[in-house]
């Protein structure tokens, strides 16, 4: 077990480039079993989420090589279409793998999926838009499967855009005979990252202004190279931690558009944002002010996975800042930890108020999920003093060796070993 040691207070700056976007790279990685080919896949950052889905990928019969940033999977030999409950208790998002396994093998078989704890998180939206398509779904003890081969475009209409239930409905019609369309689809821009992978290797999906995806059937997919777009919520986590360090902050190889929804908040937290046509500078150079309301919603709006960061710059405000969490009911859980650094942050249902202070002090804490982990890293930035960090696995899940990332900005932040465990 490790965890993060922090001596805090200091300003932030320099020049750091964002990595690949996990929510991307996972949903590509198990599109990559539609292909009767190679997908050659850049910009994947090393997470242990992605290390998990190479390892299903490994187990379910594919080829797959890492150099550097780039994986090269081989999916020719794919030759089970079951995963075990080991690989599905670690992620989410493996439960995309079955609309994929669904479409390429006919019968998928799947342990039900885990994640980060942050709400009920049920599959049910994922499993009727299956069973609009043609798949027989059924439960097989804690396994969930669908079968089917005479699968036939219909349309689906999503009572909420799930991003997760548009993505494998996605890839278990990419096959399908005739048309498919997804009414209030997602479309956040990793779900564009999706279809563009998929069109690349030879599907036929269109998104229209109005939120619809129209996927028309097509045979089989071709071999293909694919760049990961960048991750959007690490350029908010740096953002958010120098807004609350202050510093001056040049992130590059942004997309600017993706990370639009939460510029107004920096703005209004009093932060000076220079965008160019791929980086964002960030100035800070007073106590962030504090923002009135903020509330998460899908794409383009402000993203939940947004929340607990900015909420940790929010806790040094000038004032009461107010966040509803509309996505997930129990998202709330870093506050307990916040409190603990003496920010003063009650939470009453969905709606977290911020009362912000003059200052955060050193503390021990954990993480209690990845954004959440990435929250209290922001805290202990914050403090003058040493705090340390413990159940950082979370953290690993979505960002990429966070003290070399910090580090590079200045910040004094190590990765230890944790004797007690
Ligand atoms: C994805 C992201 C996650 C992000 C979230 C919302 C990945 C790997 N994860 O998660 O980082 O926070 O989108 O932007 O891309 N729901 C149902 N039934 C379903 C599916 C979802 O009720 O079948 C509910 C969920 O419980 C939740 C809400 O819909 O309250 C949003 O979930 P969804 O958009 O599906 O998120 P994920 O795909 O799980």
Do not use: W
Request: proline share 3%; net charge neutral; charged share 20%.
């Amino acid at each position: 077990m490790e965890k993060l040691m922090i001596d805090g207070g200091k300003r932030l700056s320099g020049e750091i480039t964002l990595h690949g976007a996990k929510n991307s790279v996972l949903p590509i990685l198990s599109a990559s079993v539609l292909v009767n080919g190679v997908s050659v896949i850049h910009n994947c950052p090393d997470l242990s989420d992605v290390r998990v889905t190479v390892n299903i990928l490994r187990y379910l019969g594919a080829r797959v090589k890492r150099e550097g940033s780039t994986l090269t999977v081989d999916t020719t030999g794919i030759c089970r279409s079951n995963i075990l409950e080991e690989y599905m208790s670690e992620l989410r998002s493996s439960i995309i793998f079955l609309g994929a396994l669904a479409a390429r093998t006919g019968n998928a078989c799947l342990y039900l999926p885990g994640g980060c704890d942050i709400g009920l998180r049920p599959i049910d939206l994922h499993l009727k838009g299956l069973k609009s398509l043609g798949y027989f779904v059924y439960t097989q003890g804690s396994n969930v499967c669908a079968s089917g081969e005479d699968i036939k475009g219909t349309k689906i209409v999503l009572p909420f855009p799930s991003v997760g239930a548009t993505e494998n409905i996605i890839l278990a019609s990419v096959f399908a005979k005739g048309t498919t369309t997804v009414i209030n689809a997602a479309k956040e821009p990793e779900i564009t990252d999706l279809i563009n992978f998929l069109n690349k290797a030879g599907a036929k999906i269109k998104v229209d202004s109005t939120s619809v995806i129209t996927v028309k059937g097509v045979k089989s997919l071709h071999s293909t190279e694919h760049t990961v777009i960048s991750d959007r919520i690490l350029a908010t986590t740096l953002m958010s931690a120098t807004a609350s360090c202050r510093g001056d902050v040049l992130i590059d190889n942004a997309v600017i558009n993706d990370i639009m929804p939460t510029l107004p908040v920096f703005e209004e937290m009093g932060c000076e944002i220079t965008c160019n046509k791929s980086s964002i500078r960030i100035k800070a150079d007073n106590r962030p002010h504090c923002v009135r309301f903020i509330e998460t919603m899908a794409f383009p709006g402000f993203p939940t996975d947004c929340q607990a960061p900015v909420m940790a710059s929010l806790c040094v405000a000038d004032g009461m800042s107010a966040i509803k969490e509309t996505v997930f009911e129990n998202r709330f859980k870093h506050t307990e930890q916040l409190n603990l650094f003496g920010a003063d942050i009650t939470v009453k249902d969905r709606i977290a108020m911020i009362n912000g202070v003059e200052k955060l002090y050193p503390a021990c804490v954990k993480c209690t999920d990845l954004r959440g982990g990435a929250a209290v890293v922001i805290a202990a930035l914050t403090a003058d003093g040493v705090s340390y960090i413990s159940d950082i696995k979370h953290i690993d899940r979505g960002y990429e060796r966070i003290e070399n990332q910090l580090a590079s900005l200045g910040a004094n932040v190590m990765r230890i070993k944790d004797e007690k465990k």
